[in-house]
């Protein structure tokens, strides 16, 4: 009875991996080896196999390199920088194994954890590149158009194939950079916290550290308000007249984003030394630096300014 059974589990198995190979021979192979030997007779195997395989090499090393960053900085919080020791648990022979068979036990655990979390976060970030890979083809083999544009001086096949990807790298980058500089911190809080024996304030390796990583997200927002300077050149306030910037748009919303550009990097730079500063500071500076920016968005946001000027600045024609 049981081989009656065995035998009527395994028809049943042979027969759903016939319908599986069968279905997937029908629906993709032979459309793949169809098209292979087309481009075989027209003697371009070797740009059919690139055109397949280009969006895997491309988004796969774009994976790598994520993956890596995210290790290598998980890597150094876990093992190097975060541990801060009192002195007495120096001293004290007892404590100090204590602390550091917590140590070790923290690195071993941690690393289980932020490796298989390195390999998810770099293939979510890698997603956009797989989907636009024939842009960032464009983009490393794009030739030069012959114009320039007239309001940045840009070559135009800069706006055709440099800009599209560098909005894409720095939306990347900049999520890359804001998740490894809280993935960080939350891994430097945890070694503070269940580490036994150390000292209240962080070792000045980690805000080194931290401090690092948060110059790379403030440079990268930068990076993007850089770039929605060009995002002017694509305004359709001017329509059906025209297309392109406007006398607002290069008069009264271009010098807010440089201004932006200004205040934000303020902003960064006094936070950085109230972190490192030995003693307390005045946040004085700090809060007009706040208000200042709260005051651009706010007026970035404002569409009574710009009316105003397009009423009594753009319109009136005195010639008349």
């Known amino acids: 009875?049981?081989?009656?059974?065995?035998?009527?589990?395994?028809?049943?198995?042979?027969?759903?991996?016939?319908?599986?190979?069968y279905v997937a021979v029908y629906l993709v192979f032979i459309d793949f080896f169809v098209r292979l030997w087309l481009f075989i007779s027209l003697e371009l195997e070797g740009y059919f196999w690139l055109r397949l395989l280009y969006r895997f090499i491309f988004s796969g090393a774009i994976t790598l390199f994520f993956f890596a960053i995210f290790q290598f900085?998980?890597?150094?919080?876990?093992?190097?920088?975060?541990l801060n020791p009192t002195e007495d648990a120096l001293k004290d022979n007892k404590k100090h194994q204590r602390f550091d068979r917590f140590a070790d036990r923290f690195m071993r655990g941690s690393a289980r954890v932020y490796t298989p979390i390195s390999l998810v976060m770099a293939v979510v970030i890698a997603v956009p590149f797989y989907l636009r890979w024939e842009d960032a083809l464009l983009f490393f083999f794009g030739t030069s158009a012959g114009l320039v544009d007239p309001v940045y001086g840009n070559n135009v096949s800069f706006y055709l194939f440099s800009y599209p990807i560098y909005m894409l790298i720095q939306?990347?980058?900049?999520a890359t950079a804001i998740l490894v500089f809280v993935a960080a911190s939350t891994l430097y809080w945890l070694e503070h916290v269940f580490v036994p024996n150390q000292g209240k304030a962080f070792a000045l390796g980690a805000k080194i550290h931290l401090a690092v990583l948060f110059g790379f997200v403030v440079a990268f927002l930068l990076w993007g308000l850089m770039l929605d300077r060009f995002s002017l050149l694509y305004s359709t306030a001017g329509e059906p007249i025209f297309f392109g910037p406007t006398f607002v748009d290069l008069r009264y919303k271009l010098p807010l984003i440089w201004l932006e550009i200004v205040v934000v990097f303020a902003i960064a730079s006094l936070l950085i030394f109230h972190v490192f500063s030995p003693r307390h500071r005045s946040k004085t500076p700090l809060i007009i630096a706040l208000s200042a920016y709260g005051l651009i968005w706010g007026l970035e946001k404002w569409d009574l300014p710009p009316k105003l000027i397009e009423q009594f600045i753009v319109k009136p024609n005195f010639t008349k």
């Not at 009875?1 to 190979?21: C, D, E, F, K, P």
């Not at 939306?171 to 900049?174: A, H, P």
């Open 1 to 21: 009875m049981r081989n009656w059974r065995s035998l009527l589990t395994l028809a049943i198995m042979a027969v759903v991996g016939a319908l599986i190979l």
């Open 73 to 82: 900085h998980f890597w150094i919080a876990s093992h190097y920088l975060g």
């Open 171 to 174: 939306k990347e980058l900049l």
